[in-house]
């Protein structure tokens, strides 16, 4: 169900990581996936052609499917451990309308709110506190170093993959470049059978313990290649009753992961790690480490 979803959790990641080679990148990506979505099935024309593309979204799936993926992804986005949160703001010129309203609060369970903008902006917000088992699997693949870690409760899990180190005539980046470059759901699956084929073991520390921050992430979406939606000729005619409907013009992300392990670590070393739901498979978060983590 969440095959095109972990796609443009790779893909996102990917483009992130191009803006900002030599910084850490932490986002939740179904979270930013979810108004990106609300949009593209108000969108018409190319607006909703690029959106549709660039959401890597099936056009064939029946409105029934799509409303049942979408109530699934509320649903799992919303447990115990894992919370998120999502704010369409424009100014109240712009007559939105009501069946527009009814179906991103209800469905997507994201609000409307009236503020003094120029454009429409998106706020979203990501929020997991998870405690890791003292018990994981460790796995090697390519000479990247894999661990996949549960939480007490087994409902979500933590993965890290670890690239080789770089040799001394390289960019020390070098090997986490190539690894986000066979980042796709091909290679993430093998994984997941590697670790299916490990023996049990306990953890003795992870490099990973809390990350968090605040920021715009349009800016750095250049490469997801959203379209016209990201611009004034954009076409969201359906969310109003009258007058020019509004654009895209700011996605603020909020990211707030607290992870509770029997021990975390310093390591110079650079990872990819991935936040899953271990039922749906579905990835929740992902983010690159470059530097020297606590």
Request: proline fraction near 5%; aromatic fraction near 10%.
């Amino acid at each position: 169900m969440f095959a095109g979803s972990n796609r443009f959790s790779f893909e996102l990641l990917q483009s992130l990581f191009e803006q900002q080679p030599d910084r850490d990148i932490f986002v939740s990506s179904p979270v930013v996936y979810l108004p990106l979505a609300l949009l593209r099935s108000v969108a018409l024309g190319t607006t909703r052609t690029r959106m549709t593309q660039a959401l890597l979204m099936n056009e064939l799936l029946t409105e029934e499917l799509r409303l049942e993926w979408v109530q699934t992804l509320v649903r799992i986005l919303n447990s115990e451990s894992v919370s998120f949160g999502g704010t369409l703001v424009l100014t109240k010129h712009w007559g939105l309308s009501p069946k527009f309203i009814e179906r991103a609060e209800d469905v997507f369970q994201i609000l409307v709110s009236h503020e003094e903008v120029s454009q429409l902006q998106v706020r979203t917000r990501f929020v997991a506190q998870i405690a890791l088992s003292e018990w994981g699997k460790e796995a090697e693949q390519d000479k990247v170093r894999g661990i996949y870690v549960p939480d007490v409760s087994g409902k979500q899990a933590l993965t890290l993959l670890t690239p080789p180190e770089a040799f001394f005539w390289q960019n020390k980046q070098k090997p986490l470049q190539e690894l986000l470059c066979v980042l796709n759901e091909a290679y993430w699956l093998s994984w997941q059978t590697c670790f299916q084929e490990a023996e049990e073991s306990r953890v003795k520390a992870l490099p990973l313990s809390k990350i968090s921050g605040t920021f715009d992430l349009l800016p750095l979406l250049t490469g997801m290649e959203l379209g016209p939606g990201i611009t004034p000729s954009a076409d969201f005619s359906p969310m109003v009753v009258s007058g020019n409907p509004p654009y895209l013009a700011g996605l603020r992300h909020g990211f707030n992961l607290t992870i509770t392990a029997n021990q975390t670590l310093r390591s110079s070393r650079p990872l990819v790690w991935f936040l899953t739901d271990t039922t749906s498979g579905l990835i929740l978060a992902l983010g690159v480490q470059c530097e020297s983590v606590s």
